[in-house]
Structure formats: structure tokens, C-alpha cells
């Protein structure tokens, strides 16, 4: 073997993969927060909306769980681009995500409705409350008790679908791990020291989902 | 005083409720009888309106229940309802079961709320569970937890739909008591019930519902020692 390792370039850039590393994990967490929104009402939707509404709801979903999650971000990347409206890296990357975690949320959210007994919406209206009451304090609770798990999931897929970021020029993680590594030539030693960082967010992730789930989920 | 005139409710093509006259005075106990598929549960669900309906009207303390200028919300706070599941709301305590519905339809402050609760739960006999996740307790538990919920709006009236049937023989007692209780002290209630004795030891006036029609209403004594229909005669001799 004539490859020579030099890990202290890489040691020397691990504040700034660090902080890449930061900028991946707030794309990733912005990203299901809107995921979660629009995927709640896109399950909404596709159960009880309007017509054409219920349509776009169902194409969104389709588009987003039977297209690579890299041509997603293209979409708003060169799509959007080539009608003249041009996102920043960072844009781009976020709305990707936020519509590929929207669309397979949508289809766990809705088999997490449909897991909710009618009887709670009757029970609730019958006390009173009017449908968005009975929605917000009655059943999306229990939804989102079910589908957490699934929900974790597209946390960490989330995560690692981010290093897609880097060919739309966004310095997330692998970006910034791309930028190093092609100035320095160090490329497996970059990646390798990268791979561990994701590593460690994902499980982070999902150490943190558990201590929460604890703390959440009493019943 | 709940008036019904004139009734009628459609599924679709199928005419469940045909023609339903029927006062409920403040105070009164009425027990509604009658087989399964006889439009029981549909009139209740239509007094709240849960259910629309399709012809005649439904008073409320002088509110027409189905009309568009109704604040049905507002109207339901009078209307209790306990239905044949337990509806425990299982992410919730017993007592933040109970304080919900009193925090954000009655606007009531978290304090209010949770004495008025409180107080409930230990009317149905659940002081000592106020903390406890419903999936902690035991159906008869759960439904008494229902009742004491519905009793947190303080409603005019209550109505009970098989309150009993979906629970073990041995907790059907603990429930019936409950319903005993409120009676004693004068609720206005309106119980589709199987319980033939409760029927006709709790109720001042027992009604017999077969196929969408109310076959005979009268006191307990006139409806279960003379009945006058055949269907309701049929009905009785069929669950004694
Ligand atoms: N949501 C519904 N849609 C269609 N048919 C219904 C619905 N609810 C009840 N029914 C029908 O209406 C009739 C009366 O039902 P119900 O009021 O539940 O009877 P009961 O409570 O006396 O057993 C039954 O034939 C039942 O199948
Ligand atoms: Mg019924």
C-alpha cells in the first residue's frame, strides 16, 4: 500500500466540521419542524380536503416518495433557478428536505390518524370543543405518540440526506468536507473523520429521541 | 326541557327515526328501551347534534338544536354524553380528562378547572385516582371517568347511550350506582339503557323504540306490568 495517511490537516479543520456539522444538524431540524406542519396537513388534506386540494396533497406525497431525494433538491435548486427564481444553498437545501420529509411524513401521519378511534372526535365535540379544539388537543397528540417513531427515522434520514447539500454548493457537513478535502488531497482521511461525525449525530439523535419519548409519553 | 316534534333522520335511503314526538321535563328520568337497530343511540346523537336531521325539530331549553344560528358548542355544554365505549382520552390523566373540555370551552382559569375536576372525580368515586393514566384503570373506571368529564361542563342534562353494555358484568354495578346517584339528585337524564331493572327502578317514565318508531312511553309500572303494544310485550318477554 503506497497511500500514506496524514490525519493532522484533518485534525486541524475539526472546528470547522464541527461547525459544519451544527449548520447540518439546524438544516435537518428545520426542515422536520416545517416537515412535520406541512405533513399534517397534507395527511389532512388527502383524508378530508377539497378536491383539488386533496390532489395536490396526493401528487406532493407520490412526487416525494417515488423520486430520488437528489433530484427533490435539484427541483429547487436548477428547477427554480431556471424559471428565474434563484435560492441560496442553504434555501434550497431546507425546502428539499422540508418537502421530501413532508411527503413521507404525510403517509405515516394518516395511518396514524386512521389509528385514532372516531370516538374521540365524537366524545370531544360532545364536551364542546369545536373541531380544530378537538383536533389540536385530542387527536394529533395521540397521532404523533404513533407515528414517533417513524418520526425519528426521518430525523436521522434527514440528516443524512443533508450531504446531498453539497452538490447544490451548500457547506453543510460534506460540503465543507468536500472543500478540505479537495484543497488538501486528503480525501479518505476527511471522509472517514466525516462518516464519524454523522455517526455521532445520528446517534445523539436517537438517544435523545428515547430520553424524550420517556419524558413525553407517560401513558 | 328537551322538546322533540316530528322527527325525522335518513341514513341515506334508510329511515332510522320516523317520527319522533317526545318531551324530556327538567328532572325526569327516562329510560329508552328497545332491540338493537331501533334508532336509540341516533336520538340521542341528534339531541346534541352530533347527528343532523332531516325533518322536525329539536328544542333545548328553547334552542333549536339543528338551526344554522345556533352556537351548537355553546349548546352542548347543557348536553352531557356518555357513550357505550369509554372514551377516555389516553394521553391525558383523569384529572386533566376531566379539566380540559372546563378550560377551553368554559374558559375557565387552570385553578377553576382543576377544583371543579377534582370535585367531580370524587363525586364518581375517582378521588384517589386524579393522577392516574386512563390505561391504569378498569373500564367501569373509565366510564365513571367519562361521566364525571361530561359532568365537569355542569350540564343540564345527561344523556347516557349503553352506558353499561361494553363492560364486564362485575363492573356494571359500580356505573349503574353512578347513574343512580345523579338521579337521586335531580339531573335530568335521558338513558338508552339494557338494564331492565334499572330501567324500572331509576326511571320516572320508560320509553319502547322499535324500528324507528316510539312504540309506547309511559311510567316504569304501566310499561313493564301492562304494555300495550305487542311489539313491546314481545320486546319484554325477549330480555326477561
Ligand atoms: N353513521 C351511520 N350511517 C349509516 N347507518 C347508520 C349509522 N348509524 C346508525 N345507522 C343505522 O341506523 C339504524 C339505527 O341505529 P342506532 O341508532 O345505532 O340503533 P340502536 O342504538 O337502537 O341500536 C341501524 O340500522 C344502523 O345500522
Ligand atoms: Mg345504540
Known amino acids: 500500500m503506497d497511500y500514506n495517511f496524514h490525519w493532522r490537516p484533518v485534525f486541524r479543520q475539526l472546528p470547522d466540521l464541527f461547525e459544519a456539522g451544527l449548520l447540518t444538524l439546524e438544516v435537518a431540524i428545520l426542515s422536520m419542524i416545517l416537515g412535520i406542519m406541512l405533513g399534517l396537513i397534507l395527511a389532512l ?16 406525497v407520490e412526487l416525494a416518495r417515488n423520486t430520488p431525494a437528489l433530484f427533490q433538491l435539484f427541483f429547487f435548486g436548477f428547477g427554480l433557478g431556471a424559471f428565474g427564481l434563484h435560492l441560496t444553498p442553504y434555501l434550497i437545501v431546507l425546502l428539499g428536505l422540508s418537502f421530501n420529509n413532508a411527503g413521507y411524513l404525510a403517509e405515516n401521519f394518516r395511518g396514524g390518524f386512521l389509528a385514532v378511534p372516531d370516538t374521540q372526535i365524537r366524545a370531544a365535540r360532545s364536551l364542546g370543543m369545536t373541531a380544530s379544539q378537538t383536533y389540536i388537543r385530542i387527536i394529533i397528540p ?42 488538501t488531497y486528503r480525501i479518505f ?20 429521541s428515547k430520553l424524550a419519548a420517556r419524558r413525553l409519553f407517560k401513558y | 326541557m328537551i322538546e322533540i316534534k316530528q322527527l325525522h333522520k335518513y341514513f341515506g335511503k334508510l329511515h332510522v327515526l320516523q317520527g319522533i314526538d317526545l318531551n324530556v321535563n327538567k328532572g325526569e328520568v327516562l329510560s329508552i328501551i328497545g332491540s338493537s337497530g331501533s334508532g336509540k343511540s341516533t336520538l340521542l346523537y341528534c339531541i346534541n347534534g352530533l347527528e343532523p336531521i332531516q325533518q322536525g325539530q329539536i328544542m ?40 380540559l373540555a372546563p378550560k377551553i370551552v368554559r374558559k375557565m382559569s387552570r385553578d377553576e378547572a382543576k377544583t371543579i375536576a377534582e370535585k367531580q372525580l370524587r363525586h364518581v368515586g375517582l378521588g384517589d385516582k386524579l393522577d392516574v393514566y386512563p390505561s391504569a384503570l378498569s373500564g367501569g373506571q373509565q366510564q365513571r371517568l367519562a361521566i364525571a368529564r361530561a359532568l365537569a361542563m355542569e350540564p343540564a342534562y345527561m344523556l347516557f347511550d349503553e352506558a353499561t353494555s361494553a363492560l364486564d358484568p362485575e363492573l356494571v354495578g ?13 339531573m335530568t337524564m ?26 309506547e312511553v309511559g311510567p316504569p309500572a304501566q310499561i313493564f306490568g301492562d304494555p300495550q303494544s305487542p311489539h313491546t310485550r314481545k320486546f319484554l318477554a325477549s330480555v326477561r
Not at chain 1, 144 to 167: D, E, F
Not at chain 1, 190 to 208: E, Q, R, S
Not at chain 2, 196 to 214: C, I, N, P, T, W
Open chain 2, 60 to 99: 333545548v331549553d328553547g334552542i333549536p338544536v339543528h338551526d344554522a344560528k345556533t352556537d351548537i358548542n355553546k349548546l352542548r355544554q347543557k348536553l352531557g354524553m356518555v357513550f357505550q365505549q369509554w372514551n377516555s382520552f389516553p394521553h391525558l390523566t383523569a384529572l386533566e380528562n376531566v379539566a
Open chain 2, 190 to 215: 335521558i338513558c338508552v339503557t339494557h338494564e331492565m331493572s334499572f330501567a324500572r327502578d331509576v326511571s320516572d317514565r320508560v320509553a319502547y323504540f322499535h324500528q324507528g318508531h316510539m312504540e
Open chain 1, 189 to 208: 482521511e476527511y471522509f472517514a473523520v466525516t462518516a464519524v461525525i454523522y455517526y455521532v449525530i445520528v446517534k445523539i439523535i436517537l438517544i435523545g
Open chain 1, 142 to 183: 395521540q397521532v404523533l405518540r404513533i407515528v414517533y417513531h417513524p418520526m425519528t427515522n426521518q430525523m436521522v434520514w434527514a440528516v443524512l440526506m443533508s450531504s446531498l447539500g453539497m452538490l447544490v454548493g451548500f457547506r453543510e457537513l460534506s460540503g465543507e468536507t468536500q472543500f478540505f478535502a479537495s484543497k
Open chain 1, 45 to 60: 388534506l388527502r383524508m378530508n380536503g377539497p378536491r383539488p386540494l386533496r390532489w395536490i396533497a396526493n401528487f406532493w
Open chain 2, 174 to 186: 359500580e356505573v349503574l350506582d353512578t347513574m343512580r346517584l345523579l338521579a337521586e339528585e335531580g
